[in-house]
Antibody, heavy 119, light 106 residues
């Protein structure tokens, strides 16, 4: 059974940093592109970042490019999201998601971790 | 960015057929995918590449379309289908989601 468990969320002040983690199990982690998707309270979904199987390629939308960094440790079956210069509009539940074999749909999702950016 | 426009909230009775639409502001080939999100839960993949049923998803769900116009159909609708349904495209960067269609049961 595929399991994705996020951690690291919490309350952080604007301009500060936070690092999220995702522990994966139930599949061969190194074979899949991985991603982070967020959902602001009572809002829709927004793709935040994707990383290739080896970690050599990363993809971001303009809204987080230069502030967020996605990374992975295949030996630990873990995914990370380093978030810098946080803004109030980054407040959301952040989901760890496994892509299909390539960078297309999100086949599995974690339960999410809430990040609140507020002074 | 590719904007995905979804039909507004819908209310249907159990046993009926419902179609949820998603229109893209530019062509996405067949790279449209559908998710179901129940209150307090994470999204769940229903349909990938316009018409392919994800593993474990009941055959009551189906998808169709290509280019800019896509439809998710549930037939027949069951009480457990109360949820918000999102479309997502992965043909153009950045990959984008629709705002969601909230399905309510009468």
């Amino acid at each position: 059974e595929v399991q994705l468990v996020e951690s690291g969320g919490g309350l952080v002040q604007p301009g500060r940093s936070l690092k999220l983690s995702c522990a994966a199990s139930g599949f061969t982690f190194s074979n899949y592109y991985m991603a982070w998707v967020r959902q602001a309270p009572k809002k829709g979904l927004e793709w935040v970042a994707t990383i290739s199987t080896s970690g050599s390629r990363t993809y971001y939308p303009d809204s987080v490019k230069g502030r967020f960094t996605i990374s992975r440790d295949n030996a630990k079956s873990s995914l990370y999201l380093q978030m810098n210069s946080l803004k109030s509009e980054d407040t959301a539940t952040y989901y760890c998601a496994r892509h299909n074999a390539q960078r297309n749909w999100f086949a599995y999702w974690g339960q999410g971790t809430l990040v609140t950016v507020s002074s | 960015d590719t904007v995905l426009t979804q039909s507004p909230a819908l209310a249907v009775s159990p046993g009926e057929r419902v179609s949820i639409s998603c229109r893209a502001s530019e062509g996405v080939n067949s790279y449209m995918h559908w998710y179901q999100q129940k209150p307090g839960q994470q999204p769940k993949l229903l349909i990938y590449k316009a018409s392919n049923l994800a593993s474990g998803v009941p055959a009551r769900f189906s998808g169709s379309g290509s280019g800019t116009d896509f439809t998710l159909t549930i037939d027949p609708v069951e009480a457990d289908d109360t949820a918000t349904y999102f479309c997502q495209q992965s043909w153009n960067d950045p990959h984008t989601f629709g705002a969601g269609t909230k399905l309510e049961l009468k």
